[in-house]
């Protein structure tokens, strides 16, 4: 389940079978808010990350407080059976 996840608006058509989520080919962008801690940069930077791109989501954008610097990552060119991304931007964030 991500943070942020654009999809149309009627999501009767790509409603799973148990009526409790949605086809991934319905999403068109999601976003995740990194949380501290190592088990929370795991599921976003590496499981998700993954998943993401193997569910052929077209866009991934990662906003990370919480590495050296902090940054936003964006993934786009989902490689589905490569389970990565064609295209990775890093930008730090600006200093607060």
């Known amino acids: 389940m991500p943070d942020v996840l ?3 608006e009627d ?3 790509y409603a ?8 991934a080919a319905a999403v068109r962008f999601v976003v995740e808010v990194a ?3 190592k088990r ?3 599921r976003d930077h590496v499981r998700k990350r993954r998943e993401y791109a193997r569910a052929g989501i ?3 954008v990662l906003i990370d407080d919480y590495d050296d ?3 936003v990552t964006l993934f786009t ?3 589905p059976d490569k389970a990565d991304w064609e295209d990775v931007h890093v930008s730090p964030t600006a200093p607060t």
Do not use: F, M, R, T
Request: aromatic fraction near 4%; proline fraction near 17%; charge should be negative.
């Open 40 to 42: 929370n940069q795991d």
């Open 16 to 23: 799973d079978e148990d009526g409790l989520g949605v086809d």
């Open 69 to 71: 610097q902090g940054a």
């Open 11 to 13: 999501l009767e058509p």
């Open 6 to 8: 654009v999809a149309p």
């Open 58 to 60: 077209p866009v991934y």
């Open 35 to 37: 949380s501290p801690g």
């Open 77 to 79: 060119g989902p490689q």
